[in-house]
């Protein structure tokens, strides 16, 4: 199975700060990465997908990049809506999930 | 509106079988590629098995940790997909989330069902 080793695995921030989590595949995944967002309440979205792409009506404040075996997910200015665990997830079977990043306020 | 409900969670004893369902709705349900993913007590988000539709031949894949104790299914006629897990154990204790996905992007999911496993 291809491992996915996600950092930090917690970070405190401040509103209108730009946070960046990383995300690094134990072999080339060759973009098929997404993030989702997973909230206290249980609600789980999916944010960004094949690297870089936003899915519709996720807020445009969320980016991705990379390539190979790293890839990021950067918010570039933190709302109060944002704190929730990202988790990264890459795309050949068996899929596998990074551990989550807990993001909250400073 | 894309809408999935998950069904059949609750408390289950160790050895002992549960069916999960998973109803949808709001989408061609044909087109798509069902997935379950579960979320164990205090940890991250595990992939447990995908269903593709019938243009794949209804292939299934699993997670290694699960496979031959669990089985996804689904039926077009009722939007539905199911997950069977057999000879449960503590640790399958987790809620289980019915995702939709186009190929490994899960892009929608439910509000997931809990699953406790315990004597």
């Known amino acids: 199975d291809i491992k996915m080793t996600q950092s930090p695995s917690s970070l405190s921030a401040s509103l209108g700060e730009r946070v960046t989590i990383s995300c690094r595949a134990s072999?080339?995944?060759?973009?098929?990465l997404s993030w989702y967002q997973k909230k206290e309440d249980g609600s789980v979205k999916l944010l960004i997908y094949?690297?870089?792409r936003l899915q519709p009506g996720a807020p445009s404040r969320f980016s991705g990049s990379g390539s190979g075996k790293d890839y990021s997910l950067t918010i570039s200015g933190l709302e109060s809506e944002d704190i929730a665990t990202y988790y990264c997830?890459?795309?050949?079977?068996?899929?596998?999930f990074g551990a989550g990043t807990k993001l909250e306020l400073k | 509106e894309v809408q999935i409900l998950e069904t059949g969670g609750g408390l289950v004893k160790p050895g002992g079988s549960l069916r999960l369902s998973c109803a949808t709705s709001?989408?061609?349900?044909?087109?798509?590629?069902m997935n379950w993913v579960r979320q164990a007590p205090g940890k991250g988000l595990e992939w447990v098995a995908q269903?593709?539709?019938?243009?794949?031949?209804?292939?299934?894949y699993y997670a290694e940790s699960l496979e031959g104790r669990v089985t996804i299914s689904r039926d077009d006629s009722k939007s539905s997909v199911y997950l069977q897990v057999s000879s449960l154990r503590a640790e399958d204790t987790a809620i289980y989330y019915c995702?939709?996905?186009?190929?490994?992007?899960?892009?929608?999911w439910g509000q997931g069902v809990m699953v406790t496993v315990s004597s």
């Open positions: 995702t939709r996905s186009r190929s490994y992007i899960l892009d929608y």
């Open positions: 709001g989408f061609n349900f044909n087109d798509y590629f």
């Open positions: 269903i593709r539709n019938k243009n794949y031949n209804y292939a299934t």
């Open positions: 072999e080339n995944i060759n973009n098929y």
């Open positions: 094949h690297t870089s």
């Open positions: 997830q890459q795309g050949y079977t068996p899929y596998t």
